[in-house]
Structure formats: structure tokens, C-alpha cells
């Protein structure tokens, strides 16, 4: 009798576990009535674009919508982006939203969030749409991990068939677009179909919150994996015309390791079939009217360069010394200028600020850590920033030539820095423009006291003669 009693203790005691398990796991209020994600696997950048038709079931209204990721997408994520639209077709319009990351005490398997923040509260039964975009950075895993020069790349990429999602959606597909008809082998989570490059899961109906079934795409993927390990940018204000801009490069090819000899002949002879997954130039997008480039390395200046300028933008294509297959890593400086008056202004209250691009000059590029260094004007106070994103800011001070008390340098770091992160920023600073006169008063003073030292050393008779 009593092992009976235990036994249907223990029965009402599990049961009440998982009910507070499940109400915890899940949130109330919303509901995904269609969902359709979109995965580019085009290149080595993972973009997601996410489509969502949100409706309120409570009563309450609700401001947030809360975007789930796991662990490892979490810690691979560059960019999250949302915005709300309005209209249909032709005349929809697209309103950004502003996207934090939050925490949620106990998620289920160690979920990670995103918040979405609403233009205005969503009240019961009303419903919105929502497009979502996030990017992924090193998320394709290179199978086999090392080739020869004659072999393709094969990638692997893990995900999901259904979206994960801390709501319950109605229903929703997936499409998975492959750069290449060529691919190995994919999970099969019916309904699933493959249409030349592009694979589809779904549609999938009344999911519960956080389902999961994991997919493996083997495929072909040739696209170079450029990724910058360090890229360290200097900008230098300058207000007598100039804005003198100097990048150091750290790039290393990220895909599938090579092995074997290098084959400089079967590379220059077959270029469709030796090394398709490595890359011997990269094009640049630099600000237009730029003039003083340079491009070189600890060598000496690289001569394998070419720049092509009009009004709206300046392109400049470079090669390293070598080829760069999978593993192998290049060091390289570039240098430009450009005029003043195209980035520096001054806003209504008088302050000055520097409106200049953030992210890396080259496409479908990686970079790891990016430190940007904007150098102000000797004698500037007050420096602010203002970035889209959130960035590392610091303070330092450099001395150069003349300088008495030193040039503020204003300091921006980011780490896994996307292509979509290369969006103006600005520096707003107060200057006094006595300060220009500063160092020309300088010059003029030194030039003044050697000529009168050198005129009383000349009418000075220092002979011991009477």
C-alpha cells in the first residue's frame, strides 16, 4: 500500500515538473502564424532572411518580439537587423526597428535571445510583419579539411529544418539556396525537396515552441574564405585639406587547408580546375577622389595594383605576392587621401565631425578585429561618436611632429565585422581655430631666433685682441 502511494506521489510530482518545465519554456502572448526563412550559403558569409507574421493571443499588449538562437549561432552572430513593413508589393515600405540582445532565465537548452522592439505595442488580435536579417560568420565547416590543388572545396553547414522560436508557429518552410548543383548529401526532414541548388524543407504546420530538427548540408563551395584576423585603420584629420587614411591587413584564406606542392604552371595553365577555392586579388571600394595610394608590404611597395576612380566611388584592385589557397595568411599596408571637405563638417552648434565608412573596404570579407583609430586635430576637445552598433570606444593620445600637448585619438574596436557593418559613423569634436596657428608660429619663432642668434654671433668680436 505504501509503495503504491509513493509510486502515484511520484506520478503527480513528474507531472508538475514538466507543466512548470513547459510554461517556462515557452512564452504567452504571441503566435507566429506563417514564418519563411531564406539561408544564402552563396558565399563563406551565412545571411538569413526572416520573415514573420506575428499575431497577439492575450490580452495584454505586447511591445517585444524575442528572437531565439542556439549557443553556437549566438556566438557566431555579426549582424541582427529587423524592421516592421507596411503596404503590399510595389508600395511596401519597410521600417526599422531598434534589435538588443536580453536574457531569459531558464531557456531551454541554452538558448539565446535577440528582442525586437515594436514601433507600437501590439494589442490583442492585432497582427504585424516583421523581416528579420542575420548574418553568421564562421559557420561553414570545410570537409575534407585539407585539398590538393586540383580538388574542390566541400563545406558542411548545420541547422535546423523548422525555425526555432520560443513561439508557437502555425507554419512555416525553408529555403537553403547552395551556390553549386553539386551537393553530397543533405538530412532529410520530410517534406523536403531539392531544386537544382536550391533545397526546401516544409511547410511545416503547428510547431510547438523550440522545436528542433537538425539537418546536415555536405555541398560545394569555391568561394574564397577571406577573412582579415586584424585590420587596424588610422585616420588622420588634418584641417589644413587632408584626411590621411593608413590600414594594416592581417588576411589569411579560411577555407579547407592546402596541401600537398604548390604548382605555380598547373596554377597559371588551369585556372577553371587548379586552386578554384583560392584567391590572387581583391577589390577595394575607397571613397571617390582619393589620390596618394599606396599599396605595399614589409618588402617594399607592390606594383600589382590598379585603380579605377569616377565621381561616385574609387575601386582598387590588389594582388598579393602569392596566391592564397586554405591556411595560407598575407600581411599588407594601405594608404590613401582624400579631400577634407568630402568628410568634415559642421554641425548647427558649431562643433566639427568626421562622417567616414566603418567596416572593411573589400567585398564578401571577413574580419576578425577590427581597431579604428581616428586622430584628431591638436588643441580638439569634447570628442563623441555616433555608430549604428555597439563598439568598444577608448581614449588615447599620439604625438607627432611639433605637437606640445598631444593629438586625441579616439578609438573604436569590433570584433566579427560583416560586409553590412561598413556604414558611416561620425566623430563630432570642438576645435579653436588659434590652434592652426600654432605650429606655423612655431616654425616662424625657431626661423626668428636662429637668424638672431646667427646676426649677434656674427657682430660679436670675440678675439682676445686690444
Known amino acids: 500500500m505504501a509503495a503504491a502511494i509513493f509510486s502515484l506521489f511520484i506520478f503527480f510530482f513528474s507531472l508538475f515538473i514538466i507543466q512548470t518545465t513547459s510554461s517556462s519554456s515557452s512564452l504567452p502572448g504571441l503566435q507566429i502564424l506563417h514564418a519563411e526563412r531564406q539561408i544564402d550559403l552563396s558565399s563563406h558569409i551565412v545571411r538569413v532572411y526572416l520573415t514573420l507574421k506575428v499575431e497577439n493571443v492575450e490580452d495584454a499588449p505586447a511591445s517585444k518580439v524575442l528572437l531565439a538562437f542556439t549557443p553556437t549561432q549566438f556566438d557566431h552572430l555579426s549582424l541582427v537587423k529587423a524592421a516592421i513593413t507596411f503596404g503590399k508589393k510595389k508600395k511596401k515600405s519597410y521600417v526599422p526597428l531598434e534589435v538588443s540582445p536580453t536574457e531569459l532565465p531558464n531557456s531551454p537548452n541554452e538558448s539565446k535571445y535577440y528582442a525586437v522592439s515594436l514601433v507600437k505595442p501590439l494589442a490583442k488580435g492585432e497582427t504585424t510583419t516583421l523581416e528579420i536579417l542575420y548574418i553568421l560568420t564562421h559557420s561553414l565547416e570545410p570537409f575534407p579539411v585539407e585539398i590538393s590543388q586540383s580538388e574542390s572545396q566541400l563545406v558542411y553547414y548545420h541547422d535546423s529544418a523548422v525555425i526555432l522560436s520560443p513561439y508557437h508557429i502555425k507554419q512555416q518552410a525553408t529555403i537553403v539556396q547552395i551556390p553549386s548543383n553539386k551537393v553530397e548529401s543533405f538530412t532529410q526532414v520530410e517534406p523536403a525537396q531539392r531544386s537544382g541548388s536550391d533545397l526546401r524543407y516544409g511547410p511545416y504546420e503547428e510547431r510547438s515552441p523550440y522545436s528542433n530538427s537538425p539537418v546536415v548540408i555536405h555541398f560545394e563551395n569555391n568561394h574564397p574564405f577571406a577573412v582579415v584576423e586584424e585590420l587596424e585603420r588610422e585616420i588622420e584629420i588634418s584641417h589644413w585639406g587632408t584626411v590621411q587614411v593608413t590600414e594594416h591587413y592581417k588576411l589569411a584564406n579560411a577555407g579547407a587547408k592546402h596541401k600537398g606542392v604548390f604548382s605555380r604552371v598547373e596554377y597559371q595553365s588551369k585556372p577553371t580546375a587548379s586552386g578554384v577555392s583560392s584567391f590572387k586579388h581583391l577589390l577595394a571600394e575607397l571613397p571617390p577622389r582619393v589620390h596618394s595610394v599606396y599599396y605595399r608590404d614589409d618588402i617594399g611597395n607592390i606594383s600589382s595594383s590598379r585603380l579605377r576612380t569616377n ?17 595560407w595568411k598575407a600581411t599588407f599596408v594601405i594608404g590613401y587621401a582624400v579631400p577634407l571637405q568630402d568628410f568634415l563638417f559642421e554641425s548647427a552648434a558649431g562643433a566639427r565631425y568626421l562622417n567616414f565608412s566603418f567596416g572593411c573596404p573589400f567585398a564578401d570579407t571577413v574580419v576578425d578585429k577590427l581597431t579604428v583609430k581616428v586622430v584628431l586635430p591638436e ?42 557593418h561598413n556604414v558611416p559613423f561620425q566623430v563630432h569634436y570642438k576645435f579653436n581655430p588659434i590652434f592652426m596657428l600654432a605650429e606655423p608660429l612655431m616654425l616662424v619663432s625657431a626661423f626668428f631666433l636662429f637668424f638672431v642668434t646667427s646676426l649677434v654671433y656674427l657682430h660679436i668680436d670675440l678675439s682676445l685682441r686690444k
Do not use: M
Open 379 to 420: 588643441g580638439s576637445k569634447d570628442p563623441s561618436v555616433k555608430v549604428s552598433f555597439p563598439v568598444e570606444q577608448s581614449l588615447k593620445t599620439k604625438y607627432s611632429y611639433l605637437d606640445i600637448v598631444g593629438r586625441t585619438v579616439v578609438v573604436l574596436e569590433k570584433k566579427n565585422v560583416a560586409p553590412e
Open 311 to 327: 565621381s561616385k566611388k574609387s575601386e582598387l584592385l590588389i594582388e598579393p605576392r602569392y596566391p592564397l589557397f586554405g591556411g
